[in-house]
């Protein structure tokens, strides 16, 4: 069974930085995308950025790309998410990801394996 966890949600200002982090299990090296998606309450959830493992190349959202970066830490198994210029409207619960297949577009449907999500809220 694949495990993922995510970290580093809280609450902050608009404006702030914000870095989440997401430890996967060892059975999640087989992935081969990792990403974050988010839900706002009230909201269906939503893809954020993804980064594919092999060769780290990214994409993003747009409603975060220039703000948003993801990237994969030095261990195989973790993937962080820096988020800058946070807005009001970014406040969710983030979920990291996993995709075990070559796929196109990035959808909550086409994840294989989820995390429980970290809350993140930003006050103006």
């Known amino acids: 069974q694949v495990e993922l966890a995510e970290s580093g949600g809280g609450l902050v200002q608009a404006g702030d930085s914000l870095r989440l982090s997401c430890i996967a299990s060892?059975?999640?090296?087989?992935?081969?995308?990792m990403a974050w998606f988010r839900q706002a309450s009230g909201k269906e959830r939503e893809f954020v950025a993804a980064?594919?493992?092999?060769?780290?190349?990214?994409t993003y959202a747009d409603y975060v790309k220039g703000r948003f970066i993801i990237s994969r830490g030095n261990a195989k198994n973790t993937v962080y998410l820096q988020m800058n210029s946070l807005k009001t409207e970014d406040t969710a619960v983030y979920y990291c990801?996993?995709?075990?297949?070559?796929?196109?577009?990035?959808?909550?449907?086409?994840?294989?394996?989820w995390g429980k999500g970290t809350l993140v809220t930003v006050s103006s």
């Open positions: 980064v594919r493992w092999s060769t780290g190349s990214t």
């Open positions: 990801a996993a995709r075990t297949y070559y796929g196109g577009t990035y959808s909550p449907a086409g994840v294989n394996y």
């Open positions: 060892e059975r999640t090296i087989s992935a081969i995308d």
